[in-house]
């Protein structure tokens, strides 16, 4: 093993302010934030008064410090933090909070003052000040995630654990190039012979790991759960990152498990993290089944016209029924019959016997399939012909989001843990469809599937659902 003697120096990528990209895209958030409540400002004011007045005048002035007031109430809510950037949920969190905070708090004192504020006024601003506020954070998150799948505004990172674990890690931050992190060295336990793992250098071992910041310029250091970096060493590997103001993040045992369901409590003086069961059923389920209903519902009536064109499409393509039905098995083992528009010829089971799997596991997937109709085929790449399974979350067999529905061949295939699958209803849309659908190998597949049914939440559907539409905008993975 290569072991680095060289002395510790201050990483030029580390620092007070982190890497060199963050000051500058935290200065045009902060920049954005000051726009858009300044143009909410002003749109409210016009609609609600028209021009200034005797009447109007305190209207100016609120109108002139509600960016003050916004921007401060972020930085208060902690939103210009690098760790809260680029990826997550939590931004945009506690943006929405901040507007809620605003606009309760301002209630409040009008109310206890006995004020009386332009409702108009208020209702345009700060909803509007909200909305634009996400709605520009989000793009500058896109343009941020182009950069970093060109290689730029990536954290160089030094990664300890074992062998198997850091090439896990490594190959997670190659393919989510999103997240902004570009393993550069590794440190591995001294006995460990390797030279390089996964493509990158060993640069000794833990005891190495402060001087292998310097070495390889990096800003981030991510240690994985192994057994020699223990609560004392991974203090004292705080404490020497500190002077270089480098990031100390630690990948725990349970990789898969969100952070919703853990929360660190203190035990007799200890720090331990207590790990909640999934909520499979209750209240939140039930919200769940009615806002996948109501959806399903909303979207068939909104659809209609493209449904009935498509199904006059496929009558018209090729001899044959418009609808294909099949049994799947849904939440519990429970078969149910899943509807799509046909996108293959009237023989397709016949011929598939014929035909080889492009994968290996559990799926059968061929990417030029011979069964597949030229309609079908483009249908195919929008996920157009999906859209009659609207009916079958309408009749509660499946979930607008959830594992991919399987067929009772696959199922009889699965092992334990796979079975945790059919925990819940499977999903018209999921992880696996807005991380690679076909794509994905199997063993990609069941991760994410099981990432869902471990860590599921009304958030992380609608940001599934959001995703969803890029993703079938693409069309990638699908065939």
């Given amino acids: 093993m290569t072991v680095v003697r060289s ?16 000051r500058p895209y935290v200065w045009l958030a902060f920049l954005a934030d000051l726009g858009c409540a300044g143009f909410a400002a002003g749109v409210a004011f016009l609609v609600r008064f028209g021009e200034v007045s005797t009447y109007a005048t305190p209207y100016v002035v609120l109108s002139l410090a509600l960016p003050l007031v916004w921007v401060c109430s972020i930085a208060l809510n902690r939103a210009y933090e690098p760790r809260m950037l680029g990826v997550g949920s939590e931004e945009f969190r506690r943006i929405t909070r901040c507007g809620l905070v605003l606009i309760t708090g301002l209630a409040v004192c009008a109310y206890l003052t006995k004020t009386d504020v332009a409702r108009g006024y ?6 509007l000040t909200v909305l634009l506020t996400l709605v520009f954070r989000y793009g500058l998150r896109r343009a941020l995630h182009r950069r970093r799948a060109r290689g730029r505004c990536l954290r160089r990172v030094v990664a300890a654990g074992h062998p198997e674990a850091v090439a896990e890690l490594v190959g997670l931050f190659r393919k989510e190039r999103y997240h902004g992190m570009e393993v550069v060295a590794v440190c591995l336990p001294r006995d460990a012979p390797d030279e390089r793992v996964a493509g990158v250098p060993v640069a000794g071992a833990f005891a190495d790991i402060a001087l292998a910041v310097g070495l390889y310029d990096a800003d981030t250091v991510a240690v994985l759960a192994c057994p020699e970096m223990d609560g004392l060493a991974l203090r004292r590997l705080a404490w020497r990152l500190e002077r270089s103001h480098t990031e100390l993040v630690v990948a725990p045992a349970l990789m898969e498990v969100a952070g919703p369901r853990t929360t660190i409590r203190p035990v007799a003086g200890l720090p331990l993290l207590h790990v909640e ?3 499979l059923a209750g209240a939140r389920q039930l919200l769940k089944n009615l806002f996948d209903r109501a959806v399903a519902l909303a979207l068939l009536v909104a659809l209609s016209p493209l449904l009935v064109a498509l199904a006059v499409a496929v009558r018209l393509s090729s001899p044959g029924p418009v609808l294909f039905r099949q049994t799947r098995i849904g939440r519990d083992g429970r078969p149910f019959t899943i509807l799509k528009f046909r996108t293959m010829w009237r023989d397709a089971e016949n011929r598939k016997i014929t035909l080889t799997s492009d994968r ?3 799926l059968f997937k061929i990417r030029h399939d011979p ?7 483009r249908m195919r790449r929008h996920s157009l012909d999906e859209l009659p399974q609207l009916l079958n979350v309408l009749r509660g067999h499946m979930s607008l989001v959830g594992p991919r529905p399987p067929l009772p061949e696959e199922v009889a295939r699965y092992g334990d843990d796979v079975r945790r699958r ?7 849309t999921g992880l696996w469809q807005v991380s690679g659908r076909s794509d994905l190998s199997w063993e990609e597949s069941v991760r994410l599937d099981l990432r869902y049914v471990e860590n599921w939440s009304l958030m992380l559907d609608l940001q599934i659902l959001w995703k969803t539409w890029s993703a079938v905008a693409r069309g990638q993975g699908a065939y």
């Fill in 7 to 22: 002395e510790p120096v201050l990483s030029r990528r580390a620092g007070a302010g982190g890497p060199g990209w963050i």
């Fill in 360 to 362: 290996g596991g559990v």
């Fill in 422 to 428: 059919l925990l819940v209803r499977p999903g018209l």
């Fill in 277 to 279: 069961h999934p909520e």
């Fill in 371 to 377: 069964r597949i109709t030229p309609l079908g085929t």
């Fill in 122 to 127: 208020v209702v345009i601003a700060l909803p």
